[in-house]
């Protein structure tokens, strides 16, 4: 299988099924001389965890982090850095009913199409538990996006009808969905309620701010730094649409409301006096905070009985049973927030080349 590695010079590579033995990825081109422990990637993956509320699945993982190579002394070695979950709370059985349907909104139909075959047990790679490996090298990428001043934070924005109408970074943590506006949080918990009582699920979207970039990231043409933001974000499964700063809303805009103008700013640098294009343009970082949104769909596991087919082509009707989240937004604001710290990891790595001062600094400053 094709299309399971993400980036350049920091390169990942995920590995694992929903139901076999464990999750994982190996991260290459990481920088030797970080400090990484495996308690400072726990919280990361703390956060994705399942179990954490009445709004996600019930499956019992601590989803420990093991780090297998690439470290010495608490130091990473530059060396290819490998990173295990294992899986301990499988209940295979409970997808025994549905296989031989094809889920509504998942990828069994497509799978099949292309492997001749797929893993109904919580859908194999195509499971969001995929997302382990992700989440775990992007705790790595934010670490070294730390050391330049860096950070990088996802947040809800918004659940079904409710968004948030403050911003409070303090109070994202401080409730399970992670909304910045403790009011629109609970207003999103009754309409999760509602949803489940009727057997059904939200969609939402997840708000990321990246925080302290230079200005030079990324390229001109097809590596555009947004481009690569944007296949990241798409390749979160449940993602079904990204935009940039304004985004979408530059449609009903115009030029002069659109542009952002630039300015010197009092410690003489230059920077714009506004924010449409989202910290970037051409392609390119301007200095700005990059901000992008994620429109995530409604879990597609529900309890109501829905229409499909059977693998040999016969009408049927399906209910999911088993442990799903009636949401899947709280559990992916991690996962947004790691696909961002590794696209732009990289794309500040591959970007050190790109002038000749640059390459003698390095070789020549020794």
């Known amino acids: 299988m094709a299309g399971s590695s993400i980036g350049t010079i920091f390169r990942i590579t995920t590995w694992g099924e929903s139901h076999g033995k464990g999750i994982g990825v190996v991260i290459d081109g990481c920088p030797a001389g970080l400090p990484l422990t495996e308690e400072q990637i726990q919280p990361y993956l703390d956060r994705r965890k399942p179990g954490q509320s009445r709004f996600t699945t019930k499956r019992a993982e601590s989803d420990t982090v093991e ?8 130091r990473t070695t530059g ?3 490998s990173l295990l979950v294992r899986n301990a709370d499988q209940h295979s059985k409970d997808y025994s009913n ?4 094809y889920r509504p909104g998942h990828a069994d139909f497509g799978f099949d199409s292309k492997y001749g075959f797929r893993d109904y047990r919580g859908g194999g790679r195509s499971s969001g538990r995929e997302t382990i ?4 090298a992007g705790a790595v990428a934010a670490s070294v996006l730390k050391e330049l001043g860096i950070t990088v934070q996802a947040y809800t924005r918004s659940i079904g009808p409710v968004s948030i109408e403050t911003f409070d970074a303090s109070v994202i943590p401080e409730n399970k969905l992670y909304m910045p506006d403790t009011a629109a949080a609970e207003k999103a918990s009754a ?3 509602k949803c489940m009582k009727e057997q059904n699920s939200s969609g939402g979207m997840i708000e990321c701010v990246i925080k302290g970039m230079p200005t030079g990231a990324g390229d001109p043409v097809f590596d555009k730094l947004d481009a690569n933001l944007a296949k990241a974000m798409m390749s979160v499964g449940s993602v079904k649409g990204v935009e940039i700063g304004d985004g979408f809303a530059v449609v009903s805009s115009v030029g002069s409301d659109n542009n952002d103008a630039f300015r010197i700013a009092e410690n003489g640098h230059i920077e714009k006096a506004s924010n449409h294009a989202g910290g970037i343009l051409g392609g390119i970082s301007d200095g700005s905070d990059i901000v992008i949104r994620c429109a995530v769909k409604p879990t597609p596991s529900i309890a109501q009985p829905q229409q ?3 693998c ?5 009707t399906i209910e999911i049973k088993g442990r799903h989240d009636p949401v899947i937004v709280p559990r992916a604001v991690v996962v947004i927030e790691a696909m ?3 696209t732009v990891l990289d794309s500040l790595l591959t970007g050190m080349g790109s002038r000749m001062e640059s390459v003698k600094k390095i070789w020549l400053d020794q």
Do not use: N
């Not at 780090?67 to 608490?74: A, R």
């Not at 549905?98 to 349907?101: S, T, Y």
């Not at 040999?312 to 049927?316: R, V, W």
């Open 340 to 342: 961002a710290a590794i």
């Open 67 to 74: 780090i297998l190579s690439g470290t010495f002394d608490g």
């Open 312 to 316: 040999s082509g016969q009408p049927a």
């Open 133 to 136: 490996g992700r989440v775990a």
């Open 79 to 81: 060396t290819p850095i």
């Open 308 to 310: 499909t087919v059977t």
């Open 98 to 101: 549905i296989a031989d349907k």
């Open 191 to 193: 309409w999760l309620e």
